[in-house]
């Protein structure tokens, strides 16, 4: 699986299905939906239509990134457009437990998000229901914001912490990342990276994926 998994929130959505097959062309594997409510976040963006519409032209998974106040009424909105994965926020008060469980019934991987100033601890009581963490880099609202530097210990502590306690679950930074952060992140232990803005306004996506893929030392072969 590709590890750069580009969000789509930064398109002019006139252009999105050019961008879309341009990641196709290029060996992306997972797109990141950012999906906002306007109000745990203070944009909109876009719901499970978009989310069907891109499931029913291509073959990307579909990695929907909850930024919304009340992930139960849209967990199954998501699981029945055909997502792939489902991340909802920590800070938001619900059955977290219950929610995991609940993404993981519908077939899809479940994922937490934490803000960048959310303690690690928050994840602790839930690693054994989790497919992926999301450790924002940013705070959640807008592309094209800067990376937030201490994610790098974030990220280094909890990879340590997820190994001591067994955990598989996968380590996906968002927000800010560009090829000058990106090797970084992944000697700090993060295994998926969410790319807006970098991607969406390369001159060449399929040069810019290639310089990702060299500084994350992956390859499909
Ligand atoms: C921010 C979103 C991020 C963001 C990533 O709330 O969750 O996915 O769109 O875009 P860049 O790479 O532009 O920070
Ligand atoms: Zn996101």
């Known amino acids: 699986m590709n590890p750069v998994f580009p969000s789509i929130l930064s398109t002019n959505f006139?252009?999105?299905?050019?961008?879309?097959?341009?990641?196709?062309?290029?060996?992306?594997?997972?797109?990141?939906?950012?999906v906002m409510d306007g109000h745990f976040v203070d944009q909109i963006s876009f719901g499970p239509s978009l989310a069907r519409a891109v499931r029913e032209r291509f073959r990307f998974g579909l990695d929907a990134h909850l930024m919304v106040s009340n992930p139960e009424k849209a967990v199954p909105q998501f699981i029945k457009a055909g997502v792939d994965w489902i991340s909802f926020h920590a800070?938001?008060?619900?059955?977290?437990?219950?929610?995991?469980?609940?993404?993981?019934?519908?077939?899809?991987?479940?994922?937490?998000?934490?803000?960048?100033?959310?303690?690690?601890?928050?994840?602790?009581?839930?690693?054994?229901?989790?497919?992926?963490?999301?450790?924002?880099?940013?705070?959640?609202?807008?592309?094209?914001?800067?990376?937030?530097?201490?994610t790098l210990e974030r990220v280094s502590f909890l990879k340590k912490e997820m190994a001591a306690r067994g955990s598989g679950a996968l380590l996906q930074v968002d927000g800010?990342?560009?090829p000058g952060n990106a090797a970084l992140l992944k000697a700090a232990g993060a295994d998926l990276f969410v790319v807006g803005t970098a991607l969406f306004n390369a001159d060449d996506i399929a040069d810019m994926i290639n310089g990702f893929e060299n500084q994350l030392h992956w390859s499909r072969s």
């Open 91 to 150: 800070e938001v008060t619900t059955d977290t437990g219950g929610l995991l469980r609940r993404i993981r019934d519908g077939g899809c991987r479940a994922g937490l998000v934490l803000n960048p100033d959310t303690p690690l601890e928050r994840l602790q009581p839930y690693l054994a229901e989790l497919d992926y963490v999301l450790l924002m880099s940013v705070f959640p609202g807008y592309g094209g914001q800067s990376f937030i530097p201490a």
């Open 14 to 34: 006139f252009n999105l299905e050019a961008k879309l097959n341009a990641f196709a062309a290029s060996g992306i594997d997972f797109l990141h939906l950012d």
């Open 176 to 178: 800010g990342i560009h």
